[in-house]
């Protein structure tokens, strides 16, 4: 079986802010083989106003705050105004994310607090875990966790009791306010992106720049356990193997049973020669009965490509507890569906495989198929 490397996106794995952060050992850095830090990382700021937010701020953000409020007058300015399209390939500071109104979810939080500033509205940075999924490029493995934002005036008592905090999110309020979510600082927020951006410039074939923006993430926020699984693949795409292994059992110490840690240990000792080892963690990682994020999908196509679509479709249903929020899963469904003459379940599916899909190109793709579906029925 194909052998994945997973690595942790937009995914909170540091302990409660209240946590003392104790500094990463410097041994897990070896910067020689990765050159020198790139400008980009160096000098980041996620928060900077462009000329064009400021001009935004100045001309057109007034009728909004005059008419609502400083809070909701933003969030009101964000629905209808700027209208940011969901595009999860990027991670995109806030000057960014506004020019080309595009951004994840991230990228939409970080946009939301750099309005926010000049507007003297607080804000309050959530992570919901029960918002999350896996994905998936080549041979690595993504889990991507869920950030928000919450939007509060600096007055927040009104006549009929306390003004309750308004959520900034690409998903549904109605789905996100009745989940738990735990609450982040600016450092997290900022290790996150440089995380994020770790992971994706990895994929894109460039683990030297990935190397610095996982160092960082580290350095700012040493309790952001995501960024030591980031860096330990980018030593193992960098074929430093070693240096992996290190980084991840520093990590273990601090949750001795992720599995994510885990998964990639073995294969850094794989590719050390050490098997007997390997296998060991294997077998503790078995212990843990974790869930292994597609395989009951690759099965169900297996199942479809020898011409049985009932059978692929049992295995489906039972990725979809997993994966809920995974485009590629609910594009699988409508073929299926589509294949078992379920020409609702074919539509429904293909229509949450564009709404769930992770950049504009994926969404328009589905949305063709949908209208073709559509179109033959009308026939």
Same mark, same amino acid.
């Given at each position: ?12 794995? $540091? #302990? ?22 790139? =400008? ?28 609502? +409020? ?14 940011? &399209? ?111 951006? #770790? ?27 995501? /960024? ?39 294969? /850094? ?6 098997? &007997? ?20 999908? =690759? ?7 020898? +011409? ?23 594009? $699988? ?30 969404? =328009? ?15």
């Amino acid at each position: 079986m194909k052998q994945f490397i997973a690595i942790v996106g937009v995914a909170l794995l $540091a #302990a409660c802010g209240t946590t003392p952060r104790i500094e990463a050992p410097p041994a897990l850095f070896v910067d020689a083989p990765f050159g020198s830090e790139p =400008d980009e990382v160096r000098h980041l700021d996620l928060f900077a106003l462009s000329p064009a937010m400021n001009d935004f701020l100045v001309r057109e953000m007034p009728r909004y705050t005059r008419r609502d +409020g400083p809070a909701r007058g933003l969030y009101e300015a964000l629905r209808t105004r700027l209208r940011i &399209d969901y595009d999860a390939t990027t991670t995109r500071v806030a000057a960014q994310t506004f020019d080309l109104h595009t951004g994840n979810c991230l990228s939409l939080v970080i946009l939301t607090a750099a309005l926010a500033r000049p507007l003297d509205v607080a804000v309050g940075y959530r992570y919901v875990p029960q918002v999350r999924t896996w994905t998936r490029t080549g041979d690595v493995l993504f889990e991507n966790g869920h950030v928000n934002i919450e939007l509060s005036p600096r007055a927040t008592v009104a006549g009929n009791g306390i003004v309750p905090p308004l959520i900034v999110d690409f998903v549904p309020a109605e789905a996100i306010d009745a989940q738990p979510a735990r609450m982040l600082d600016d450092r997290t927020i900022e290790a996150m992106f440089r995380n994020n951006r #770790a992971a994706e410039v990895l994929v894109a074939g460039d683990p030297r720049t990935a190397y610095w923006w996982a160092r960082s993430a580290i350095k700012t926020d040493p309790g952001f356990r995501a /960024a030591y699984n980031t860096l330990a693949v980018v030593y193992l795409r960098a074929e430093q193997p070693a240096l992996a292994g290190q980084v991840l059992r520093y990590a273990l110490t601090q949750v001795p049973d992720d599995p994510r840690l885990l998964r990639n240990l073995a294969i /850094a000792l794989d590719h050390q020669g050490l098997t &007997d080892e390997a296998s060991r963690v294997r077998m503790q990682l078995a212990a843990l009965d974790t869930y292994q994020p597609f395989r009951l999908l =690759d099965e169900g196509k297996l199942a479809y490509a020898r +011409g049985d679509a009932a059978a692929a479709m049992k295995l489906y249903r039972k990725e979809l507890r997993h994966l809920p929020y995974s485009a590629e899963l609910h594009y $699988a469904i409508a073929v299926a569906s589509a294949q078992l003459g379920d020409e609702r379940g074919a539509r429904r599916h293909l229509d949450a495989a564009m709404q769930l899909s992770l950049n504009v190109h994926d969404r =328009d793709l589905y949305a063709g198929k949908l209208e073709k579906l559509r179109a033959l029925e009308m026939q």
